[in-house]
T-cell receptor
Framework: AQSVTQLGSHVSVSEGALVLLRCNYSSSVPPYLFWYVQYPNQGLQLLLKYTTGATLVKGINGFEAEFKKSETSFHLTKPSAHMSDAAEYFCAVSDLGAGSYQLTFGKGTKLSVIP | GAVVSQHPSRVICKSGTSVKIECRSLDFQATTMFWYRQFPKKSLMLMATSNEGSKATYEQGVEKDKFLINHASLTLSTLTVTSAHPEDSSFYIC????????????FGPGTRLTVT
């Protein structure tokens, strides 16, 4: 069984400050890991994903995440927060390695950016 | 590429009526589609997984007779909420996968259902 834990349901940062959203996972197979962003009353947009290969993954809007197997983590970072980054962020794990596209989501972290 | 649409984006219906939500993959063939429900300030709860041409697989606790899912073609899946009640009010999101090897689901914009 897979699970995803996102530490902190709400994170506030100042505009221009570092953004760090934490995600830890458990998986019985090599995981595929995703970060999605959701703006109010909208669906989910993929920020980035890790499947295989390079453990540092770069995504859209300046976000990146690093897969650390030893720590079972996939934290999302952005060097400098922008007001437009304020949204809900979801980390997810897929057991595609076992042949399924099904995603397991974390509970989400709401990011607020303070001017 | 990989665009998924949902229709309608918002719907208000009276208690006891049924409402159908459509999910379409616009530029790829979706072998698998997923339906999620999202409560306010909560994560996405997977309701069911459907593969084209076969019956949907429902998650534990999801009523099959209440949430009817049809995946008749590789580009269309529908969710019908039958005999809707106010507690069915929620944000319903579909996603589609099928691009070989991508391991990725592409999400629709969601449908806000309000049952009065």
């Amino acid at each position: 069984a897979q699970s995803v834990t996102q530490l902190g349901s709400h994170v506030s940062v100042s505009e221009g400050a570092l953004v760090l959203l934490r995600c830890n996972y458990s998986s019985s197979v090599p995981p595929y890991l995703f970060w999605y962003v959701q703006y109010p009353n909208q669906g989910l947009q993929l920020l980035l994903k890790y499947t295989t290969g390079a453990t540092l993954v770069k995504g859209i809007n300046g976000f990146e995440a690093e897969f650390k197997k030893s720590e079972t983590s996939f934290h999302l970072t952005k060097p400098s927060a922008h007001m437009s980054d304020a949204a809900e962020y979801f980390c997810a794990v897929s057991d595609l390695g076992a042949g399924s596209y099904q995603l397991t989501f974390g509970k989400g972290t709401k990011l607020s950016v303070i001017p | 590429g990989a665009v998924v649409s949902q229709h309608p984006s918002r719907v208000i219906c009276k208690s006891g009526t049924s409402v159908k939500i459509e999910c379409r993959s616009l530029d790829f063939q979706a072998t698998t589609m997923f339906w999620y429900r999202q409560f306010p300030k909560k994560s996405l709860m997977l309701m069911a997984t459907s593969n084209e041409g076969s019956k949907a697989t429902y998650e534990q606790g999801v009523e099959k007779d209440k949430f009817l899912i049809n995946h008749a073609s590789l580009t269309l899946s529908t969710l019908t909420v039958t005999s809707a009640h106010p507690e069915d009010s929620s944000f319903y999101i579909c996603s589609a996968s099928g691009l070989a090897g991508s391991g990725e689901q592409y999400f629709g914009p969601g449908t806000r259902l309000t049952v009065t």
